[in-house]
């Protein structure tokens, strides 16, 4: 069982940055790959980034791309996602979870471990 904690959002205007840390119960590094994902209110949830186990492989949502930046720290047992240059359409409770294979990353249904999610609210 993997228990992960969210943390780092919060309010931020238009065109600011946050960045948000995923905390692993136990150790990751060789074991899950990790993902970002995110809900919006009568939004389904959405893929917005993935990392391999080894953090060579990354992957992202097209409407992410040169603004958010995941990485990890498996000595930390620690998963961020940079978010720079946040539009109004970012906000939403932002979810982190891992996956045992790096395939499909897109896809929820392949993540097992959820965590409890951070709400980012980006105003005007």
């Known amino acids: 069982q993997v228990q992960l904690v969210e943390s780092g959002g919060g309010l931020v205007e238009t065109g600011g940055s946050l960045r948000l840390s995923c905390v692993a119960s136990?150790?990751?590094?060789?074991?899950?790959?990790m993902g970002w994902f995110r809900q919006a209110p009568g939004k389904e949830r959405e893929f917005v980034a993935a990392?391999?186990?080894?953090?060579?492989?990354?992957n992202y949502a097209s409407f992410v791309k040169g603004r958010f930046t995941i990485s990890r720290d498996n000595a930390k047992n620690t998963v961020y996602l940079q978010m720079n240059s946040l539009k109004l359409e970012d906000t939403a409770v932002y979810y982190c979870a891992a996956a045992s294979l790096w395939s499909n990353t897109a896809l929820p249904m392949q993540y097992a471990y959820w965590g409890q999610g951070t709400q980012v609210t980006v105003s005007s």
């Open positions: 990392i391999s186990r080894s953090g060579h492989s990354t």
């Open positions: 136990r150790r990751t590094s060789s074991d899950y790959a």
